[in-house]
């Protein structure tokens, strides 16, 4: 299952496929208890999928096989045993794709000749992933981080492991001379592979990043330049050989302190913006004003959802099971806001008082 929605990755969904491009979208739990009842309505949903490709008569026969045998492949993917709050499978003539979100989503069905994008990247922006880069003299281990814990990262040739005969990080420490380790010419060397390295895969999938690391690791690093000189240092030794817990509660507190701090910036963007007369609340307004590309900053509460319907020219409150009810609205304010270049900022539930969930700075 893909989880790590890049540039390159969302642009290559967005692009237009022969029809039918087949998007399966289901909640899902992160508690096993809960895994059969997931399982259950995913083999709904795509045979409900499937159901809707034998009644299109758009859809010239062999297509149709072609495109419920990648749903099968597909289902055969998944694996419910690491799955996060949202599950999206994609189909479409000789392809199939199948994303872990770290978001509720509705339940959906959508033929369409593009895949359904908004609630990936409505996930990918609420989960706010962030790395963590945590060096030694004997090894540099990435982390993927999201909004409650990290997980190790295998990727970009992380982790760089120093290997020479000699080399005793160990000893080292016992007789004192840890810091000097610096100072060593490979020692140089290697940290400064680890930094070209980040820089090359940051670049590729850009996140926050934060580096934890002895004092005089973390100056190197800097020294060298690239997407660690820009980076939040945590300087907090021992990571690189630590275990994901051990680094989650080192950043935990920088990243509390960075989310309140940032939750206390939009509240000040959002006042000064009702005293200019460039503030927006409401899902209507709201809907109407991303689609003219007038919102210049967006704020949504974390869990923050609604249903809504259209009656043509207004969005109204709906329940979830009303005929033509939209239930990721918000997702698809988000996602329209990102599109014009819009600034998404997700804080903590109740933090805009009565906006009731969702408000913006207008452009004009």
């Given amino acids: 299952m893909e989880h790590d929605l890049s540039p390159s990755a969302l642009a290559e969904l967005r692009r237009p496929r022969p029809y039918p491009a087949v998007s ?5 739990h992160r508690r096993d208890p809960l895994s059969t009842e997931d399982a259950v309505r995913l083999r709904t949903m795509v045979a409900e999928a499937k159901k809707r490709l034998e009644s299109d008569p758009a859809v010239p026969r062999d297509r149709r096989a072609d495109v ?16 996060e709050d949202g599950l999206a499978i994609f189909a479409a003539p000789g392809e199939h794709q199948v994303w872990s979100l770290a978001r509720s989503v509705p339940e959906r069905v959508v033929l369409s000749d593009t895949f359904l994008t908004r609630n990936l990247v409505s996930a990918q922006t609420a989960e706010r992933p962030f790395w963590v880069l945590s060096v030694a003299a004997d090894r540099a281990s990435l982390w993927s981080g999201g909004p409650d814990r990290v997980v190790e990262e295998r990727a970009g040739g992380f982790p760089l492991i120093r290997e020479e005969p000699n080399f005793d990080p160990e000893r080292q420490m016992r007789a004192g001379d840890q810091p000097s380790n610096y100072r060593d010419e490979d020692t140089r060397r290697f940290l400064k592979e680890a930094a070209t390295a980040l820089t090359s895969l940051v ?62 910036e939009v509240a000040r963007e959002l006042e000064s913006a009702r005293s200019r007369k460039e503030f927006a609340a409401g899902v209507d307004e709201l809907w109407q004003s991303a689609r003219e590309g007038r919102i ?46 819009a600034d998404v900022r997700f804080v903590p539930d109740g933090a ?7 408000a913006a700075v207008l452009r004009y």
């Fill in 68 to 83: 419920a045998a990648q749903l099968d492949r597909a289902l055969a993917e998944v694996d419910l045993a690491h799955a």
């Fill in 203 to 264: 670049r590729a999938h850009p996140r926050p990043l934060y580096v934890t690391g002895e004092p005089a690791a973390l100056s190197l690093l800097c020294e060298f330049g690239g997407v660690c000189k820009d980076a939040v240092q945590v300087p907090h030794g021992g990571l690189a050989h630590g275990t994901p817990e051990m680094v989650w509660q080192a950043v935990r507190p920088v990243l509390e302190e960075q989310d309140r701090k940032r939750a206390e």
């Fill in 24 to 28: 399966v979208l289901t909640p899902t």
């Fill in 296 to 341: 210049r900053l967006l704020a949504v509460e974390e869990n923050y959802r609604i249903t809504v319907r259209d009656d043509g020219e207004h969005l109204i409150v709906a329940e979830d099971d009303d005929l033509d009810a939209r239930e990721d609205i918000v997702d698809e304010i988000v996602e329209q806001c990102l599109e014009t270049g």
């Fill in 352 to 358: 805009l008082g009565d906006a009731q969930g969702m």
